[in-house]
């Protein structure tokens, strides 16, 4: 049976990229498949602003005729420069339980770094942290967010059998949200408040939150700036996710802390979890598909903390307490019992610690491989 690695070129061979997971994974109970149309956005050049200072290739495996494995190779040349790496991402991986199917899609990633006089090859990592990241080797039995990868428990021993080694690990945490919002919570929240003069933006649509976006992502980018191959968003990639989220967001659900001048200076930004919809909706929003997601995001018992933040001369200070009080109290009013925390990194102590009060367990382990070559 012979087996070709295609570089895909036309907009028919992107919907099949986008599309192979959907045949891959049908039946199964727990991947949350991404919505095509987002796919899309994010892969082509001429509508993600992250081709400012990226590249990429992708790949379709075939075996007579069938597709049988997809890859992308990514490279960052902004990450490289600020991380002083040489370094090339693999991404959108996936494939049948087939070694030589892996090896091929993995070979050739390697290859083009290696043209391109690249060190090292890891991933799964996306054009930036925004982007879906990191393989799934804990959690297969657990249904995961929307901002986060599925793959088969296979896929770490494919990899590791090609030389790959864990860089980092993330993990992800499912909170049961208590009857009534922590005491220590609420203490911390006041006394952070007055001792600082920070408070609450107090907001009830999206559009009045729309203005604070950009201070929003500015926080961010100050705050992720040491984690792990992180790049600071460019006004062009805000102003993309300003719109492609923003008109999303339940402002109950949103927490941000500002100071006297109306500054964004933390963060904590909650979605109604779109799980169990995208999984209805099978990666199409027409004829149906947004009908499940309205429906999700209009009545649900769970909810997704998709980005925290905190300026870092506010970090350890006790702030995020101010924004987690306002978010578990609106989650109570609607009736939400399961939170799942956003990816984060296992050495993060700090960022763990937020949810001590809450319980917590831990839900979904992600890892970045790397192969130096």
């Known amino acids: 049976m012979s087996l070709e690695i295609k570089q895909v070129k036309t907009n028919r061979e992107l919907n099949s990229f986008i599309s192979f997971p959907d045949k891959l994974y049908k039946g199964n109970q727990y991947r949350v498949p991404q919505l095509h149309s987002f796919e899309k956005s994010t892969l082509k050049k001429d509508k993600n602003p992250a081709f ?18 997809r890859i992308a190779g990514i490279i960052n040349h902004k990450s490289n420069e600020i991380w002083k790496e040489k370094y090339l991402r693999f991404g959108w991986i996936d494939f049948i339980d087939d070694l030589e199917v892996s ?56 990899l590791e059998k090609w030389g790959y080694s864990k860089d980092v690990d993330w993990v992800q945490l499912e909170i049961k949200i208590p009857k009534e919002v922590p005491e220590r919570i609420k203490r911390i929240s006041k006394l952070v408040q007055e001792k600082y003069g920070l408070k609450l933006l107090t ?53 941000f802390v500002v100071d006297e001048n109306e500054k964004v200076v933390a963060f904590g930004l909650g979605f109604s979890s ?21 429906k999700a995001m209009k009545k649900n018992d769970t909810v997704d903390l998709l980005l925290q933040a905190v300026s870092p ?9 101010i924004f987690f009080e306002h978010m578990a109290h609106a989650f109570i009013d609607s009736g939400v019992k399961t939170a799942i925390t956003s990816h984060t990194l296992e050495n993060n102590k700090s960022g763990l610690q937020i949810f001590k009060s809450f319980n917590p367990r831990q839900h979904l382990r992600r890892r970045i491989y790397i192969k130096k070559i």
């Open 52 to 69: 400012e200072y990226c590249e990429s290739k992708y790949w379709l495996a075939y075996r007579n005729g069938k597709i049988v494995g």
């Open 103 to 158: 090896k091929a899609l993995i070979q050739t990633v390697e290859t083009w770094a290696k043209e391109l006089k690249m060190d090292a090859v890891h991933g799964p990592m996306g054009f930036t942290d925004m982007d879906l990241e990191g393989m799934l080797i804990e959690g297969y039995n657990e249904i995961g967010t929307q901002a986060v990868i599925y793959n088969y428990a296979y896929y770490p021993t494919h």
């Open 203 to 255: 907001v009830k649509t999206a559009k009045e939150v729309r203005p604070y976006g950009k201070s929003m992502f500015e926080t961010l980018n100050a705050s992720f700036k040491h984690l792990y191959g992180f790049v600071p968003l460019s006004d062009k990639q805000i102003d993309y996710y300003i719109d492609q989220y923003f008109s999303m967001v339940n402002p109950k659900y949103l927490g």
């Open 274 to 294: 779109l799980s169990k919809a995208l999984m209805k909706a099978k990666g199409k929003l027409f004829p149906f598909g947004f009908i499940h997601l309205l």
């Open 313 to 321: 001369e506010y970090q350890g200070k006790g702030v995020p307490a």
